[in-house]
């Protein structure tokens, strides 16, 4: 999962893609990268970390240029750390083009293969990233017969990647001369939308993940990059789109509504605000079906994003609302867990119970998903040593059951909490007097309702079932594989650093 923005401006634009990248944080942790364009030179920065500790004033300096992209980025099991794989990523042949993605591909090793076989193109890291961009470079020197570039040559350039590439995929790229160049995949599995800027200089264009990245910027929210649309900016400012995708058929991760995206962000026509409120409603009406209420004496969410869900129920049920939990947002991330004893140490660093809200009471825990379900399992047990009498949970999102592919950092099947188990055997391994979760069908109701044009999702986790077509049995197991050998790769130094490593989970 990554975040991605793209600028046409008027003036320096390298303020403005760090101001986004701050905006689109939450999309990813691990590292950041902007390329500006100055003329036809371009210049880029990346590293690990935060967009706050990665940029520094020097390194501002050393990006000029009135047109640029960035991207925070987080990534999928199994990839690798090195800052190579960090993006934007840049190639010069044809046309020299730095380029940010956000997505998975789920075809990507393949068309490596013919990249180097039949294209003649080599890729320096295991990023499907770099791939992608291959095969935008490969499609754009046949469509401009390795000469010249205009509009037809770009927008059929992206109909032959579409035709290639199979996943889900977001992205935006600077074509140097030329402009810039956002599309989305035929589904629109991940968000983009198009804002702009009236200034007295002319108008500036924004391409970004979400619109709380445009909004944030000053610019104004124009409207969502269709499923399988092309969208290119010349330097000048000069607006044109095209669909290159036969058959395109709408279908968004309905994860972004769950927990990724801001609530203060717009996705597809769609509050997420919002649409988590219809989650929380939903999932009172299921909750007054499966418990008495009047054993319920107060709800609380499990900070942050469940906290619009958990508000919802309440008001819908009538039960007072509390927060309970207090979040350290200053806790650094803790990766690979060394052992059982630090793990749990990390949640309570991250997570206090007020223990007047929990002493004597029956209390409803609410969280907008459960994955592994160590966490949830650590939270009942604090609510419990706070004093709660029974403590009771709800997931405002199904049981995950399956591996998510397109692009979000998902367990394997046999590490997530719901494979194989119904709702009374997680309640008793994570320690809950009852667990209720939320219907599928009234998860994707809780976003549809918002926008009736929506009437397909990507449920793959809670499903099985994914909209690309593609996935097999083997290729889950093939996945399953390389992110267990991520983690034996990890903790095996952990190991010879001194620690006997467990699972994170």
């Known amino acids: 999962m ?12 390298n303020q403005l893609l760090y101001d986004s990248l701050l905006l689109l944080q939450h999309r990813g942790q691990d590292a950041a990268g902007i390329a500006t364009s100055n003329g036809n030179h371009f210049n880029m920065y990346k590293a690990h970390g935060l967009v706050k500790d990665v940029f520094r004033t020097r390194n501002m300096r050393s990006l000029p240029g009135t047109s640029g992209i960035g991207q925070v980025r987080y990534p999928t099991a199994g990839s690798s750390e090195s800052v190579e794989e960090a993006q934007p990523f840049y190639v010069n042949a044809p046309f020299g ?3 940010a993605h956000n997505g998975n591909l789920t075809n990507w090793q393949e068309l490596r293969e013919s990249l180097f076989k039949n294209d003649q193109r080599h890729i320096n890291t295991n990023s499907d990233s770099e791939v992608l961009l291959n095969v935008l470079a490969h499609e754009l020197q046949r469509a401009a017969h390795g000469v010249s570039l205009d509009e037809t040559a770009i927008f059929k350039a992206v109909k032959a990647l579409h035709q290639r590439v199979k996943g889900a995929y977001a992205v935006v790229a600077q074509i140097s001369g030329y402009g810039m160049l956002a599309f989305r995949d035929p589904h629109g599995i991940r968000p983009l939308c198009l804002g702009r ?6 108008t500036e264009w924004m391409v970004a993940s979400e619109s709380v990245a445009l909004e944030g910027s000053g610019f104004v929210f124009e409207r969502d990059i269709l499923p399988g649309e092309a969208v290119f900016i010349s330097l000048d400012g000069k607006v044109s789109s095209e669909m290159c995708a036969t058959g395109a058929v709408h279908a968004p991760c309905i994860f972004e509504y769950v927990y990724f995206a801001r609530p203060d962000s717009v996705l597809d026509g769609v509050s997420v605000y919002g649409s ?7 999932l009172a009406d299921k909750l007054a079906r499966s418990l008495r209420l009047g054993d319920i004496d107060v709800v609380m969410p499990i900070p942050d994003s469940s906290r619009p869900a958990a508000m919802q129920l309440a008001d819908r049920l009538n039960l007072n609302y509390r927060e309970g939990l207090i979040k350290n947002r200053y806790v650094g991330r803790t990766f690979i867990m060394p052992g059982q004893a630090v793990r749990k140490k990390s949640v309570r660093q991250k997570l206090n119970a007020i223990g007047m809200e929990f002493k004597g009471k029956n209390v409803l825990l609410v969280d907008d998903s459960i994955v592994r379900g160590t966490t949830s399992r650590e939270i009942v047990d604090m609510a419990r040593a706070a004093g709660a009498n029974k403590v009771f949970m709800a997931s405002a999102a199904p049981p995950v059951r399956y591996q998510n592919v397109y692009g979000i950092d998902m367990p394997t099947q046999k590490e997530l909490i719901a494979n194989g188990r119904n709702e009374d055997e997680i309640a008793r391994i994570i320690g809950a007097d009852a667990l209720i979760y939320q219907d599928i069908d009234a998860m994707t109701r809780s976003v549809s309702d918002l926008n009736p044009a929506l009437k397909k999702f990507d449920t793959s986790c809670f499903t099985g079932e994914y909209v690309t077509g593609d996935i097999t049995p083997e290729y889950l197991q093939k996945l399953g594989q390389n992110r267990q050998s991520a983690q ?16 994170n989970a």
């Open 276 to 282: 988590r409120l219809k989650m929380g409603e939903y």
């Open 488 to 503: 034996d790769g990890a903790n095996g130094l952990l190991f010879n650093m001194g620690y006997a490593a467990e699972d």
């Open 2 to 13: 990554c975040g991605i923005v793209g600028v046409i401006g008027r003036g320096p634009v």
């Open 197 to 202: 800027y009236d200034s007295p200089q002319g």
């Open 97 to 99: 083009i730095t380029f």
